[in-house]
């Protein structure tokens, strides 16, 4: 069994009866054909595609969800000297990217059930040197917009949405990427809109911080030779931006069947009721980018699946705060964190195999594996 199957992906037929590898294969083709191998048509017909489905009015498609941070900080003038406050709780890029401007993450604890920003715990982390608030909205569910937006509007901030983990999932009927003042996604093979390489986009309303975006992501090139701000050659390919258009007539069903999937793991677990399943806050629609559910003896456990046949992973086993690069003296951080929710979920969560073509027979064969191995971790670890 995969963690995540992206062969069985090829094989998936699309409404006009193609499989996406015979889309794809046609789209890489086309670039081949007209050869404008960086910004090519495609890359502004997925910002396109892509805009219209998240229901904003700008897209800037960048090389990676990484580089999407970076360009939405950059944009909104992030520099050194300025705090940014984020969750503890996510991949390094969330962190890295405001390190990287010089710039200090400032860490909010995690919610204990939806593994978000605690938006309750916000308001006292914001100071004069705040610029910017970064939620991540991890495992596939959207944090706490309504209050997080609320707060930052009092105090005048933007939010940047990191949604890497969370394309195609929704909160109070409105998209992920549209969430905030700007929204970010990768198209890291893996995530929920995966490509066959490295990419990612930017979202948001705003005419002036998307014109921004798209400079910063291009050299800061304002006309040819012409460079008006500092920036990064952080533009997504033309065979990338092919590769994703090939596969996206696919996409809403995809997300459709890892809501189902999502669904249909929880039911069982929670019918066995050895361990906690992924709880969706009111109104959020999950792309179970992740399935993670909690467990104690977790290096057993992950043991007594391996041993099954059925991967895990742990997303993820060390906090933000701290990973070694971001170590306080390395970030001129003296704010000291507090994240005590963080650090007891990051030592219990365990991700299932996670993807929309997990067959019915495989779910019963994890959930089979993972209840009899917590019995019997349980048992021994008593014993
Ligand atoms: C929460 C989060 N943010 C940012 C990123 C970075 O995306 P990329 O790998 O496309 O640079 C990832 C990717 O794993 C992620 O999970």
Redesign the pocket.
């Known amino acids: 069994m995969q963690f995540i199957d992206l062969a069985a992906q090829q094989c998936q037929q699309l409404p006009d009866g193609r499989t996406i590898r015979e889309a794809v294969d046609a789209r890489i083709a086309s670039v081949l054909d007209h050869g404008r191998f960086i910004l090519g048509p495609e890359v502004e017909e997925l910002e396109g595609t892509l805009s219209a489905y998240v229901g904003v009015n700008h897209c800037i498609a960048v090389a990676?969800?990484?580089?999407?941070?970076l360009s939405a900080l950059m944009a909104l003038g992030v520099r050194a000297g300025d705090e940014v406050i984020t969750t503890p709780f996510?991949?390094i890029?969330?962190a890295e990217t405001i390190a990287l401007l010089g710039a200090t993450p400032v860490y909010v604890d995690i919610d204990p059930v939806t593994y978000n920003l605690d938006a309750s715990k916000l308001e006292p982390a914001i100071s004069t040197r705040t610029k910017a608030i970064i939620p991540?909205s991890?495992y596939g569910q959207p944090a706490n917009f309504p209050v997080i937006n609320a707060i930052a509007e009092s105090h005048g901030l933007p939010v940047i949405e990191?949604g890497?983990?969370s394309f195609g999932s929704e909160k109070n009927g409105r998209r992920s990427g549209s969430l905030s003042t700007i929204g970010?996604t990768?198209?890291?093979p893996s995530?929920p809109f995966g490509g066959y390489g490295?990419?990612?986009a930017c979202f948001t309303d705003d005419p002036e911080l998307a014109d921004r975006m798209r400079r910063v992501s291009r050299h800061g090139q304002a006309r040819r030779y012409f460079h008006s701000d500092i920036g990064v050659n952080g533009r997504i390919d033309t065979l990338q931006a092919a590769i994703l258009l090939g596969k996206w007539p696919n996409f809403e069903q995809e997300v459709e069947a890892r809501g189902r999937i999502g669904a249909a793991y929880s039911r069982k677990l929670q019918a066995a009721g050895v361990t906690t399943t992924p709880q969706l806050a009111a109104g959020n629609k999950s792309v179970y980018s992740q399935y993670t559910v909690q467990v104690d003896c977790r290096t057993e456990v992950q043991a007594a699946l391996k041993d099954q046949g059925i991967p895990t992973a742990v997303h993820y086993p060390t906090l933000l705060c701290q990973q070694p690069a971001l170590r306080c003296e390395h970030i001129s951080c003296s704010r000291g964190c507090s994240t005590p929710v963080a650090q007891s979920v990051s030592q219990r969560v365990m991700s299932l195999p996670m993807h929309p073509w997990l067959s019915e027979a495989d779910q019963d064969r994890v959930v089979n594996a993972l209840v009899t191995a917590i019995n019997q971790t349980s048992v021994s670890f008593a014993a």
Do not use: I, M, N, P
């Open positions: 990676s969800g990484t580089d999407a941070l996510s991949f890029s969330t991540v991890l990191d890497a983990q970010t990768s198209f890291f995530k490295d990419g990612g």
